[in-house]
């Protein structure tokens, strides 16, 4: 091997300098500058119009920098050496053999987005020029849930939003081909839309459709019919519990009519059987169809279809028989006294029933909700959202009613640790910003009251709900 004398090994370290610093030099000449990024100028032989390193000048977020003489400066998309060539060209009108330095002393954040349905959406500092979308993703927290796989887009800034099957990608080990972000992109993973397909299909379950998807796009999803089914209806469940027949026989005569519906998401199509069989959909473990033997109660089909899911709202499932209006089960007391480990555990009591050939039973998903009552335009239980206030579930139910209402008694009522809280608002403080602290966050299961002049919180709950009782819906609202 051969020994470098100190002579080789100085030319050596010469050379490795020179190349380092005609990189560096290289890599400055060609960085365009933008907002955040922290300069410092020199005017030689001018100090008083010079910002040193230990004072140095931040590009301001429009792109442009203050300097003496010249007002504003637009740097934005520049290299340091246009910019100087820019502030010299200035300078000599004013002073002879202008020179002038400038050096980034301190770039701006390489910043990616990651937006939509991932569990940390924002911005993000890159330590690299690029990164993958399956490592954004993961610096986002990961995928929520409801992140659709097929319906996710690449932003650049200058090009079209790209379309990203997420599906193929997070399955794939192979990351050659994977898109990559580079600083000012932004992902965006939209929501997925879910449809509950049950019944006489192929394969009964939840399925991501298109935005465009039908009737018969669900089906095929699904695996299509089977032998059995009922081709000649189906019957389609709204997310707000608004039921739709569809004439499926029309649907498969002519797919582009109006009778192959568009379905949305949380949607619930269900395909019955011309035999002896009901259907459970919904928030169990294993919807489907199960034979209907004599005597099968609702209790028992939900035991057959594996049982709720934690989400179930068990208060307020829903019978759908044929050429009757839909009925509303509480199957919470049966469920609650009877474990769900096998058919025979499930006995029938007086508030079972007994199902028939052809019915379904949808059980939702339990959803939060706040009771407004009283002298409001339309009075009932509102669904809430994180983040809603008092303000809010009023609004939802068309406001006070005005000359009628007394918006200064307001009431909340709260259960809190087994006893009911009551809380007073005067909305008119609130509309002129005298006390905005009174303008609570809603809970589930509270209860606003708006008098009036004629009205009793029991004549509102009454008149409300007359035929179902006020302690009933109390028990509901508050469990």
Not at 39 to 53: P, Q, T
Not at 126 to 133: A, K, Q, R, S, Y
Not at 401 to 420: A, F, H, N, W, Y
């Amino acid at each position: 091997m051969k020994e470098w004398t100190h002579t080789e090994c100085g030319a050596l370290l010469l050379i490795a300098l020179m190349v380092a610093g005609a990189t560096a030099a290289t890599a400055q000449d060609e960085y365009q500058l933008g907002p955040k990024d922290v300069l410092s100028i020199v005017v030689v032989g001018h100090e008083e119009l010079s910002y040193r390193e230990r004072e140095p000048i931040m590009v301001r977020p429009d792109g442009k920098i203050s300097f003496p003489l010249m007002s504003e400066v637009d740097v934005a998309g520049k290299t340091p050496a246009e910019v100087e060539e820019l502030i010299e060209a200035a300078l000599s009108k004013r002073y002879k053999h202008v020179d002038v330095a400038i050096n980034v002393v301190r770039p701006r954040p390489k910043r990616i987005y990651v937006l939509g349905e991932v569990r940390q959406p924002g911005p993000f500092d890159l330590e690299n020029e690029d990164i993958g979308v399956r490592e954004a993703i993961a610096l986002a927290g990961g995928l929520t849930p409801q992140a659709s796989r097929r319906k996710c887009y690449l932003y650049g800034r200058d090009s079209e939003p790209m379309p990203i099957d997420l599906a193929a990608m997070l399955s794939d080990t192979d990351n050659g081909d994977e898109p990559r972000l580079a600083p000012g992109d932004a992902l965006f993973v939209q929501k997925k839309n879910v449809v509950t397909v049950a019944g006489e299909v192929e394969m009964p379950g939840q399925y991501e459709m298109e935005d465009s998807a039908r009737v018969l796009d669900a089906i095929a999803a699904a695996g299509g019919l089977t032998t059995r089914s009922d081709r000649c209806e189906a019957t389609l469940l709204r997310a707000d519990h608004k039921n739709n027949t569809i004439d499926l026989e029309a649907a498969l005569a002519a797919p582009a009519s109006d009778a192959n519906v568009l379905v949305r998401d949380g949607d619930g199509l269900h395909i019955a059987e011309a035999n002896n069989e009901v259907y459970v959909s919904g928030a169990v473990e294993e919807p489907g169809a199960f034979y209907a033997g004599d005597g099968l109660t609702a209790a028992q089909a939900l035991a057959l279809a594996g049982g709720a899911k934690q989400e179930a709202e068990l208060a307020h499932v829903k019978l759908l028989r044929s050429g009757q209006q839909p009925q509303i089960l509480d199957l919470r007391p049966l469920v609650e006294r009877t474990p769900a480990t096998g058919l025979e555990q499930f006995a029938s009591t007086g508030d079972d029933v007994v199902l028939e050939r052809g019915d379904t039973l949808v059980v939702p998903e339990r959803f939060e909700r706040v009771l407004v009552l009283g002298s409001v335009r339309e009075p009932g239980a509102y669904p809430i959202e994180p983040g809603d206030r008092v303000t809010d579930a009023l609004a939802a139910a068309g406001g006070p009613i005005p000359k009628q209402s007394r918006t200064g008694r307001i009431r909340l009522m709260r259960r809190e640790d087994e006893r009911v809280t009551r809380y007073k608002i005067d909305l008119r403080k609130l509309k002129d910003g005298r006390n905005p602290s009174q303008d609570q966050l809603v809970q589930h299961g509270d209860l606003i009251f708006v008098p009036g002049a004629k009205t009793s919180l029991q004549d509102s709950m009454w008149t409300l709900y007359t035929g179902v009782g006020a302690a009933r819906f109390l028990t509901d609202i508050f469990d």
